[in-house]
């Protein structure tokens, strides 16, 4: 039998997956995915974290117990420093291969290497290389396996930006693009583990394709897009998932086919906390509408549709008052 890793379905996979898949298959490794997020995946992360955790990081805890009984050789838990120059990921995610190790009794040897590229795009490849050769494979083969990941985490990105639904983009398919007739279009900010995650954002995205609106998110805006919003900043943002969640936001400020904007946001995240009143700022200076939406392990849906529903009511109004004014104009 070959060598089989547990990957916790959380957090970073919802960035960087393919990526991970990739590279593990090129080595001919079975990976272990746990099952998406439950009820019971949810309640024993809560109950592992410590308190003032933020909740992704919570559910995280639940998908990595839940491996315990996989029969995985390892659990891969990256340490992620940085992945682009002069930036850092959240500090929580760099002492994770400990704090899994500590608070999950029982767990597997965990599978870990260091991905820091804040001063250098190549760290990226010694880091797999790195974990290569903890397996045990040959440098020509890590080699390989590197380039398949590199391009199947391109065609990944590519796909979001085109578009593309979250589960179709991750599995590196291109679906055909569904007719859309939405009257509105609202973009929904916020760190893809939490808008990904159905049960834990409460899906929040269905519910607003249920109601007939269009949601685009930060993964549907390209990197040289996101950047030239950000020029307009007097000093640059250091916290990646930040940057992008901002940058995005002000592009969606400028589009005249968004109607308004959604800040999905994690209780107990510092930056959230910032970039949520940067964007609400900029949403004000430019007349967009703005609602923001904090989530913990205490957040009713129902509370949660009773806002969605009247945010929806007044944009519909707006709508219909614009074209009115357009109309006789």
């Known amino acids: 039998m070959g060598i089989r890793v547990g990957v916790p379905r959380g957090l970073l996979y919802f ?3 393919p990526l991970w898949e990739k590279f593990f298959q090129a080595l001919g490794v079975e990976l272990i995915l746990s099952t998406p997020t439950s ?36 659990i891969f838990l990256p340490r992620m420093v940085s992945m682009e ?51 045990g494979f040959s440098s020509w083969e890590i080699r390989q396996a590197i380039k398949l990941a590199r391009e199947a985490q391109d065609e990944f990105e590519r796909l979001l930006q085109d578009g593309q639904e979250f589960e179709m983009a991750i599995k590196g398919r291109a679906g055909e693009h569904p007719a859309d007739d939405s009257v509105l279009k609202i973009a929904v900010l916020g760190h893809a583990y939490l808008l990904y995650d159905a049960f834990t954002s409460l899906d929040i995205k269905g519910k607003l394709n249920k ?29 990646s998932h930040s940057k992008k969640i901002y940058g995005a936001g002000l592009s969606f400020i400028h589009d005249p086919e968004t109607h308004g904007l959604i800040h999905l946001s994690c209780f107990g995240c510092g930056p959230d906390s910032m970039i949520g009143d940067m964007v609400e700022r900029a949403c004000r200076q430019s007349g967009k509408p703005f609602m923001m939406l904090t989530l913990d392990e205490h957040t009713g849906e129902a509370g949660l549709v009773t806002r969605l529903e009247a945010y929806i009511d007044m944009l519909r109004r707006r709508v219909e008052v614009e074209d009115n004014l357009s109309a006789h104009g």
Request: hydrophobic residues 40%; neutral net charge; charged residues 25%.
């Open 15 to 17: 960035y960087y997956y």
């Open 39 to 74: 009820r019971p995946v949810f309640n024993r992360g809560v109950v592992l974290a410590s308190d003032e955790t933020c909740l992704p990081v919570k559910v995280f805890f639940g998908h990595a117990e839940s491996l315990k009984d996989k029969q995985a050789d390892y």
């Open 85 to 135: 120059k002069q930036t850092y990921l959240c500090p929580k995610l760099l002492g994770f291969p400990e704090v899994v190790t500590a608070l999950v009794p029982g767990i597997p040897p965990i599978l870990t290497a260091n991905f820091n590229q804040r001063k250098n795009p190549k760290e990226l490849d010694r880091a797999l290389f790195d974990l290569g050769e903890q397996l």
């Open 211 to 239: 109601f007939g609106v269009k949601v685009v998110t930060p993964e549907n805006v390209s990197p040289e897009v996101i950047e030239s919003h950000l020029k307009t900043l007097p000093k640059q943002m250091f916290w």
